[in-house]
Every structure is written in C-alpha cells, then in structure tokens.
C-alpha cells in the first residue's frame, strides 16, 4: 500500500513567520512530488512541483526533498492569514497515479 | 471559460435515483480524473481516461460508471447509490497521464446521498 504521510494539524503560526510542513512517503520509486493548497470549500491547486533531491523556491514557498529520507517538505515565509488553508501533499510514480496525503491545515493567526 | 468546469455544484439524491455528473476541460488536455474527497481522509483516485480511453479503474463499485465521449468531456453516472457515497467529487485534467504533469482541478460537486 502506497502512502503519503501528513500531520493533520492543524499549524497554528503568527503571521509574518515562517510555516513548515512536512511530508513523508512510502514508495521509493517515486518520482514526481507536489504541493497543493486546498481553502475550505474549493477545490485544491497546485502551489509546488519538485523533482529532484534539493530545494526549489518561487517566491515566499519553498519545497524541499531527500528521496533518501522520503521527505518532503514546504516551507511558506511571511505567512499571511491568505495562506489559512489545508495543504496537501501528492506523490507520483511516474505513470500519473498521484497518491495524496490527508492534508495539513494551516492556521496563520494575524 | 477557462479551466477545468463541474456541474452541478451541489447535488442531493435518493438511493434509488439515477444522476450523471459532468467535466469539461478547456485546457487542451490529453487525461481526465475523477477523485472522491471524503472527511479526514486522502483524496481517492477513481478514474483516469487517457484520449477518451480509461486506463485506470481504482476497484470502484459498479454503481459508479464513467463515460469519456472525447478529450474535453468527462462524465460520471451515479446510481443506486449509498449514503456513503456522500462526499466532494472532483474532476481533473493533466497534460497526458504519463507525464509528471501537475493536475488541474474543477471545483467539485457536493454530493449527498438521503
């Protein structure tokens, strides 16, 4: 059984501080990571793509993965209380059968 | 329009009724998904078309049934259904199904069985 692991939450953080979220995942043939954001009531969009072992930044976001460690993570910087959502985690085996995590929701308190 | 469109958004029905569910994606993509979101638990991959052709059938019950006419249009049948079933009903598209493409989501049809 394939599996992406999350800490439901929910993360509570100030606003102006960084927010982590981690993820981890079962299969090691895994090849495509992704980030999604997900608000109360619609439907979730992609935030992050990674790839390859190492960071990837755009803008106040930055993914994080160690396929050694099968860990992901997402880092948001300057939170702001726009960035309360669930955030989930999909992994893909390279045939686009996306395995996604429970989500982890985030709080940004003002 | 643009993107990924589901209708209805909202949709109650009786067990004994039969419903259809519909996607339509204006994204030039080569696959479609269906995913169920239920409460606390991961979305759920139901069904994946590639060119109008399903390549994917995630052990879902028969009373669910999908129906791909061409690339841009994708439909589920609903009937017989259980209260279980209850749940947000997404639809997706991606550029093809091999591809580490990321998904483009519709926004969903809330379904509710009585």
């Known amino acids: 059984q394939k599996e992406v692991e999350q800490n439901s939450g929910p993360l509570s953080v100030p606003e102006g501080a960084i927010a982590s979220l981690n993820c981890t995942y079962s299969?090691?043939?895994?090849?495509?990571f992704f980030w999604y954001r997900q608000y109360s009531g619609k439907s979730p969009e992609l935030i992050m793509s990674i790839y390859s072992n190492g960071d990837k930044e755009d803008g106040r976001f930055t993914a994080q993965l160690n396929k050694a460690s099968q860990y992901v993570s997402l880092l948001i910087r300057d939170s702001q209380p726009s960035d309360s959502a669930t955030y989930l985690c999909?992994?893909?085996?390279?045939?686009?059968?996306?395995?996604f995590g429970t989500g982890t929701k985030l709080q940004v308190i003002p | 329009e643009t993107g990924v469109t589901q209708t209805p958004r909202h949709l109650v029905m009786g067990m004994t009724n039969k419903k259809s569910l519909k996607c339509e994606q204006h994204l030039g993509h080569n696959a479609m998904y269906w995913y169920k979101q239920s409460a606390k638990k991961p979305l759920e991959l139901m069904f994946v078309?590639?060119?109008?052709?399903?390549?994917e059938n995630n052990s879902v019950p028969s009373r669910f049934s999908p129906e791909c006419p061409n690339s841009s249009h994708l439909f589920l049948h609903l009937h017989t259904l259980q209260p279980e079933d209850s749940a947000l009903y997404l639809c997706a598209s991606s550029q093809d199904e091999l591809s580490p493409s990321p998904l483009h989501f519709g926004n969903g049809t809330r379904l509710t069985v009585t």
């Open positions: 078309y590639s060119l109008e052709e399903r390549v």
């Open positions: 299969d090691r043939g895994s090849q495509s």
């Open positions: 999909a992994v893909s085996g390279g045939y686009q059968k996306v395995t």
